[in-house]
């Protein structure tokens, strides 16, 4: 399949989409899913629910813009322990988020053993997160002597 065009959008954006693309097709599927992702004590995504049998899916979604073939799946601690923890949990892996073709946007679904061998190979890292607000990063071009961002 010949990629399609991305469309330029920041990350909470594609995250967004992500969801409301997983939602969408879990509804499709006949069950109710829910964002989970301001409801308080959930560590997961999206918390779908199948009104027959009553079982209830916990998704945590990795959303790529392009493909994410070969990439690094970044969890957060609470993350993998939910994944690890909840049987039947799914690590929903959304590709081609950013595409101009909505169609083109795939749920690979890792699951059961695969994602059990995924979460043995995990690699544990830990970084800080330094803020560069936007009036400093154009404070530190104009002292480097090139034009702000917006000219």
């Known amino acids: 399949m010949k990629p399609s065009k991305l469309l330029a959008m920041p990350n909470y954006e594609t995250e967004n ?4 693309h997983v939602i969408a097709q879990e509804k499709a599927a006949g069950r109710e899913a829910v964002d989970a992702r301001h409801i308080p004590r959930s560590r997961v995504d999206v918390e779908s629910t199948d009104p027959a049998t009553g079982e209830v899916r916990l998704i945590e979604i990795k959303a790529f813009g392009g493909s994410g073939r070969g990439d690094v799946l970044w969890l957060e601690p609470n993350q993998v322990a939910a994944l690890g ?6 690590l ?3 590709t ?11 749920i690979l679904d890792l699951t059961g053993e695969q994602l059990r061998e995924r979460l043995a190979a995990k690699k544990e890292k830990h970084y800080f997160e330094v803020p560069l607000p936007v009036a400093l990063y154009d404070e530190l071009r104009a002292a480097a002597g090139e034009p702000s961002a917006e000219e």
């Open 17 to 20: 989409r992500a969801v409301a």
């Open 96 to 106: 081609d988020v950013r595409s101009t073709d909505p169609s083109a946007i795939r």
């Open 92 to 94: 929903y892996i959304v």
């Open 85 to 90: 923890e909840v049987p039947g949990s799914h």
